[in-house]
Every structure is written in structure tokens, then in C-alpha cells.
């Protein structure tokens, strides 16, 4: 092919999504806070400066150090460190990955499953589509964290806490996944019943293409705006949901913390001068909650045609 | 044998005070090469019938009786794995509207490329090549530089060229063109009206035109049928059905056009409308808009009969036709 036309690396730094950012202040620096919480995820173990789950490099004599600016502090560990003498900076680094892959992982799992069915049941309906939305339906009537805390709660008493323990990730994941797809499906019918009245659609099907190629070629690209808001919302969602299981001592064991459970550890000591333990981590969650949230408003006041973005 | 043969057609939609029949007792023949104009206002059941020889109407309707032989195939009775080999492959469609047939998110050349690969066993690039060469048959300027370009870069004319040269992809019989200009300005509109004549003459592919617009099927068609309540009632030569229109609806129709009113006068047209198809009157469905309608007109429904090149379903045309035998 030619080159006269635009690559898609220009493409993307040229396109209105990539201009209106630069416009939006909030915006921006959420999305550069995000990115930086996501780096400091990604490389904890070479970021942090000591490994939480070494036991050799834990000292109880070290535990509830301050952070660096009060009294009493220990240059090495730069947040203090908690009641077990862990370095709060390297096990809120590693919390903050926990809370991010399960939190990623889950909505993963939603968008598969509830993508999936609600592209189905869009496309195909009739019965197809009732059966699935009443499916939905009762799904939504239970709320996430009852499903999760009587399906954690059985797993810790039937399998053992040394079970749950190795397979808490994988659990939460599932679990928070496979409770919010109704949201998906929802979304996503109603997206696809939109685009399936539209005439490219009634093109392809004349160009001979089967009911699948349509649904996944044809109808998902032109839903992904849709799929892209409820994502960044129920990323958010799956870490808080997340957060509050581990708080609740039903996710992450304190061994391998999240920032849930790391919470949900200092929570014991705020009262006896002890603040960060539960303080800190918290502030990580509320600021990674909340650049997730406005980077969804942004992405949801661009991406949606019928909603002019405000220039500011 | 008749490239297209439909026989006795019956359209019905199904719906909460009964089926209604949007299509009734549809017939005709189309040789391989020849144009076929299918004329009528809004409501006519012009574009169910094209939809219809797909066999690709959407719930409710559904086709309730008759054959659409394609080639000797009956496109009623195949299974919907035999239908998609003749869909796009052997039998194309042009839309109304250029600006939504073609899919958004896709590129010209992803369009174009796919439709080649769901039916025939091609290389990436092979495709590509096929692909640059029908839009330069369409007489798109730069073809290679078009492939990589979305469709909300092209013009209402130049998407059009291109739905045009993506029916054209497989090299096609038959061609459904459903108001392919209606979307367009009149200087576009003549550009691909031509382009439309000469690539069916060139290639020997079957066109159905389903219009509104005299003219167009004048320029286009050889032979037209004027559908009025989804019946047909009147079919023959273009020629002769435009210059000398038998049925009173025809003649309403061509009276009707602008050009047929002095500047200054108020422009003609058939008073009141079509009848809706929930209730439609007994007898002639034309009758309560029509100027010579009798008794016999409010009672009985007329069938087709051929005088000469045409075929008409009036009871005041085959009442005159007798009269005149008899003298």
C-alpha cells in the first residue's frame, strides 16, 4: 500500500481523543498519576527496598516506625513501617500491585463474559435475548459483596486458610468478575441493538458474512466507545470491591496484602498513635480510585457523540 | 433459462392484528444482462421485494408463499449456509444511503478485503490488488491511497462509488440497487447513474433498479414494473410503459412529474394516498384514487393481462381493449 497516508502511530497522537486530553487539564494529570501508580506496580520488586515477603528481612523490633517526618523515624524505612515491622513504602508498593491485577483481572473477566453474552443476546434475540436478561437480571439482584463474601467465606472454611490462601488472587478475580458481567451484557445489548438497525449491518449480511463474523467484526468495533466508559468504572468498582473483601478478612490474607487488607491491618492500631499503617495505603486507594474515575468521566465525555466535551 | 425467475411472491409481516401482506403475487423474469426497473411511491413494497430475492427479510416479515429461482435455485427453500454463498458473491445490493451502508470503524480497504476473503481463497495482497482495481473501474482517483482511508474521509459520491465497486468485489449476476441516488445531489446522482449503466453493460450483470424516479429508471432500464400496495400493476418495456402508460396509477405517476407542469402552475398530483395496507379496500386496491373507476372496480380485484408489451391490471384498460376487438 501507499504511504500517503497517515500511520497509526501519527494517527493516535493526532486524534481528537489525544488533542482534547491536552485541553483537559484534570484529565491529563490523572491519566500521568494513573500511569505513574501503574509503573511503581509494575516494577515494585525493583522499586522497593525491601522484600515484604522475606521473613528474614522483617525485624518485629522495627515495627510501627513512623514516617520519615515525625519523631522517632528510621531513615530506612521512608513511610515507617507497620505492626509486624514490614517497610510500609515496599508492601504498599506490592499492595498497590495486588489491588491493581485483581482489580484489572476481574474486569477482564467481566468484559469476556458479559461482552459475549450481551453481543448474543443483542444480536440474536427473541428468546435468546430473554432468557439471558433474565439471567442478568437475578444476577443483579444479589449484590456483589454478598455473593463474594458467602463464596470466600465458604472457601476459607472448606478448603483450609493455607488453600485460600495460595489461591486468593485467582478467587477474587473470578469471583468479583463473574458477579458484575450484568453490567457488560446490559451495556452492550443496548449498544448492539442500536448498531444492528444500522444499514452496514444489513451490508454485511448481504455480503454473505455469517452472524458471527458480523457480531465481532462489524458490531463490537463500532460498540467499543460504550465498552471503554464502563470499564473505567468498573475498574474502580473491582478495586473497591476488592478492598472492602480484604478489609472484611475475606480477600487478600495479610501475609500477601492488598491495600484492602493493609488497611484493614492498621486499622487495630489507629487509635494507639499508630496512624499510617492505616492512613497511607488508604490515601493510595482513594487516589488511585479517584484518577480512575475522572480519567472514566473524561473518556465518557469525549467518546460519547451525543455529548459535546466541554473545551476547558 | 431466466437468470432471476420470481414466482407468485407473497410478502406478509406478522404483527399484533395479523399478518398483514406487504407483497402480493409478485411475478417476473430477468435475463441475464437485462435491467429491470421497479417503480412505486413510499410504502409500495418495492424494496421488501428486493430484500425479498435475498431472502433476507428482517422479523416480522417473512415470505409466505412463491419461489425466487436464482439460476434454478430457490432462494426460499436454501438453507441460510447456501444463501450466504450466493449473498455478495453472486448477488449484490447498493443501499439508499452511502453514508451508513459502508461500516465506520473500518477501512475501505478492510471492507473490501474482507467481503473478497469470505468468499474466495485469496492472499492478503491478492485482495488488495482486486480491491485497487474495482475502485478504479469506479473511476476513484489515488485507488491505493483510498484502502487505507475510513469512510467519513470520502464524499457522499465517492462512498457511493465505492459501495458500487464492493458489490462489484466478486464479479456479480445480479445487482440490487435499492434508490441508490435518492441520498445524492442531481450532478452526483447522473455521475453514478452512468457509471452504474455502463459497468452492468460492460460486465453483463443483471440490474433490479427499485426507485421512485421516472427518469432514472428511463435512462437505466430496459424493461420496469409499477408496483402500487405490493401488487404490480403494470409491467413491460420501459419504453413503452413511459410513453404510452396504460394503467390509470402509471399515468398519475408521469403526470406527476415536474417536468410535465408548465412553470407557473401548480404541480399535478394523485389525489389522496395509498391505502394502508392494514385496510386495504376490496376490489382494485387504485380505486378510491382513481378517475375511471366502476362498480366492477370496487368489487373485484383485476389481474394482469398482456396487450402487446405490456401487462396491465385494470378493468377499465381491459374493458377499452375489448371494445376496440370487437369494432
Request: proline share 6%; glycine share 8%.
Amino acid at each position: 500500500m501507499s504511504n500517503s497516508y497517515l500511520s497509526p502511530y501519527s494517527r493516535f497522537f493526532q486524534s481528537d481523543l489525544t488533542i482534547g486530553l491536552r485541553h483537559h487539564p484534570v484529565a491529563f494529570v490523572s491519566l500521568v498519576i494513573f500511569a505513574i501508580l501503574c509503573l511503581l506496580a509494575a516494577f515494585a520488586p525493583l522499586l522497593a527496598p525491601f522484600d515484604p515477603f522475606d521473613t528474614t528481612q522483617i525485624d518485629i523490633l522495627n515495627s510501627e516506625r513512623p514516617p520519615f517526618w515525625a519523631e522517632g523515624a528510621e531513615p530506612a524505612f521512608l513511610f515507617g513501617t507497620d505492626d509486624q515491622g514490614r517497610d510500609m513504602w515496599s508492601i504498599m508498593l506490592y499492595g498497590l500491585r495486588l489491588s491493581l491485577i485483581i482489580g484489572l483481572g476481574a474486569v477482564l473477566v467481566q468484559t469476556l463474559i458479559g461482552v459475549s453474552i450481551g453481543l448474543i443476546s443483542g444480536y440474536v434475540g427473541g428468546r435468546v435475548d430473554s432468557l439471558l436478561m433474565r439471567l442478568a437480571d437475578i444476577q443483579l439482584s444479589f449484590s456483589t459483596l454478598m455473593i463474594a463474601i458467602v463464596f470466600l467465606a465458604l472457601t476459607q472454611v472448606v478448603g483450609g486458610r493455607a488453600f485460600f490462601a495460595q489461591y486468593a488472587p485467582f478467587l477474587l478475580i473470578v469471583i468479583i468478575g463473574l458477579a458484575e458481567w450484568p453490567q457488560y451484557a446490559r451495556t452492550v445489548r443496548a449498544t448492539v441493538l442500536a448498531e444492528k438497525q444500522k444499514e452496514y449491518v444489513d451490508a454485511a449480511r448481504i455480503m454473505g458474512f455469517g452472524p458471527v463474523r458480523i457480531m465481532v467484526r462489524h458490531i463490537l468495533p463500532n460498540s467499543l466507545a460504550s465498552i471503554f466508559v464502563i470499564s473505567t468504572i468498573q475498574i474502580a468498582n473491582a478495586i473497591i470491591a476488592e478492598a472492602s473483601l480484604s478489609f472484611l478478612g475475606l480477600g487478600m490474607p495479610i501475609a500477601y496484602p492488598s491495600l484492602g487488607s493493609l488497611i484493614a491491618s492498621g486499622f487495630d492500631y489507629l487509635f494507639s498513635g499508630s496512624w499510617w499503617i492505616t492512613t497511607l495505603p488508604a490515601l493510595l486507594l482513594v487516589v488511585l480510585i479517584l484518577v480512575v474515575n475522572l480519567l472514566g468521566d473524561w473518556l465518557r465525555d469525549s467518546i460519547a457523540p451525543q455529548h459535546v466535551p466541554e473545551a476547558g | 433459462m431466466a437468470l432471476l425467475s420470481v414466482q407468485n411472491l407473497n410478502v406478509k409481516f406478522g404483527g399484533p392484528f395479523g399478518a398483514i401482506t406487504a407483497v402480493n403475487n409478485v411475478s417476473f423474469e430477468l435475463q441475464k444482462g437485462e435491467r429491470l426497473g421497479i417503480v412505486g411511491e413510499s410504502g409500495a413494497g418495492k424494496s421488501i421485494t428486493g430484500f425479498a430475492m435475498m431472502n433476507l427479510l428482517n422479523a416480522p416479515g417473512f415470505i409466505d408463499r412463491g419461489k425466487v429461482l436464482f439460476d434454478g435455485q430457490d432462494m426460499v427453500r436454501l438453507n441460510e449456509r447456501q444463501l450466504r454463498k450466493i449473498r455478495g458473491n453472486r448477488m449484490a445490493m447498493i443501499f439508499q444511503d452511502p453514508l451508513v451502508t459502508l461500516n465506520p470503524v473500518l477501512t475501505i480497504g478492510q471492507q473490501m478485503v474482507e467481503t473478497l476473503m469470505a468468499h474466495r481463497r485469496l492472499r492478503q495482497d491478492e485482495a488488495e490488488f482486486i480491491a485497487i482495481q474495482k475502485l478504479r473501474e469506479v473511476y476513484i482517483s489515488a485507488p491505493e491511497s483510498r484502502l487505507g482511508q475510513y469512510p467519513h474521509e470520502l464524499s457522499g459520491g465517492m462512498r457511493q462509488r465505492v459501495i458500487i465497486a464492493i458489490a462489484l468485489l466478486l464479479d456479480p449476476d445480479l445487482i440490487i440497487a435499492d434508490e441508490p441516488t435518492t441520498a445524492l445531489d442531481v450532478t452526483t446522482q447522473a455521475d453514478i447513474l452512468e457509471l452504474l449503466l455502463h459497468l452492468c453493460m460492460a460486465n453483463n450483470v443483471g440490474l433490479i433498479l427499485i426507485t421512485h424516479d421516472l427518469g432514472v429508471v428511463c435512462q437505466l432500464t430496459e424493461r420496469v414494473m409499477v408496483m402500487y400496495a405490493g401488487e404490480v400493476v403494470e409491467t413491460g418495456k420501459t419504453r413503452e410503459v413511459i410513453n404510452d402508460p396504460q394503467h390509470p396509477y402509471t399515468q398519475g405517476l408521469i403526470s406527476a412529474l415536474p417536468q410535465q407542469t408548465l412553470p407557473g402552475t401548480p404541480l399535478k398530483s394523485i389525489a389522496g394516498y395509498m391505502p394502508s395496507l392494514l385496510s386495504l379496500p376490496e376490489g382494485c386496491p387504485f380505486h378510491p384514487r382513481c378517475a375511471y373507476a366502476s362498480p366492477e372496480c370496487t368489487r373485484e380485484r383485476p389481474s394482469l393481462v398482456q396487450y402487446r408489451d405490456a401487462s396491465v391490471a385494470c378493468h377499465e384498460v381491459n374493458r377499452l381493449h375489448q371494445e376496440t376487438l370487437v369494432e
